[in-house]
């Protein structure tokens, strides 16, 4: 685990299944250190065999929130890795950051239907992610996706995730090294 900070962070990323959150927080972890919070991951530690129910999902999300509170108050940096699909899943997400008194960033990334369909193929077939999602939730979820209301990086295509990803390591440096975090 990264050190505690003066300036520490919260990264958001938000988006459906397949579009790259996980690979984006891994990149982005190369050029800062920073604690990587999975949903996925985290569920997989909680339930044996994830059924995906609403009460598996609020206790999910309970540990999520708690993990977050925690670490952010011990001044570490994090990268939350999960869908925040709507408004109301994000809301809890900046209430803990302002609470723990830590800036937050939110990268939102809604990839064309094709090229996730085309993702999450690849990735069933190497087997590698820790995310039960298909093609079928992904078609379940998608009409419940909210674009991000405030400030944010957005990702519309695959060509976007370089320059996005640059843009963002730029900011969150600029923040971290402003006088008062020194």
Not at 6 to 21: Q, S
Not at 102 to 109: Q, Y
Not at 151 to 164: L, T
Request: charged content about 25%; glycine content about 4%.
């Amino acid at each position: 685990m990264p050190p505690p900070e003066k300036c520490p962070f919260l990264l958001i990323l938000v988006g459906l299944p397949g579009t790259g959150k996980s690979t984006f927080a891994k990149h982005f972890v190369e050029h800062i250190p920073a604690v990587v919070l999975e949903s996925d991951a985290l569920r997989k530690t909680l339930v044996t065999q994830p059924v995906y129910t609403d009460t598996e999902h609020t206790r999910v999300f309970t540990a999520v929130h708690t993990l977050m509170a925690k670490l952010l108050k011990q001044k570490v940096s994090l990268v939350l890795d999960a869908t925040s699909l709507t408004a109301k899943d994000r809301e809890p997400l900046y209430k803990i950051a302002s609470g723990a008194g830590v800036r937050n960033f939110v990268v939102e990334i809604d990839l064309p239907p094709e090229i996730i369909k085309k993702h999450l193929n690849e990735r069933i077939q190497q087997g590698t992610s820790r995310s039960d999602a298909d093609w079928e939730i992904y078609l379940q979820l998608r009409p419940k996706f909210e674009p991000v209301s405030g400030k944010c990086y957005r990702i519309k295509s695959e060509s976007d995730f370089q320059p996005v990803l640059e843009y963002l390591i730029k900011d969150v440096k600029n923040y971290i090294s402003q006088e008062e975090c020194r």
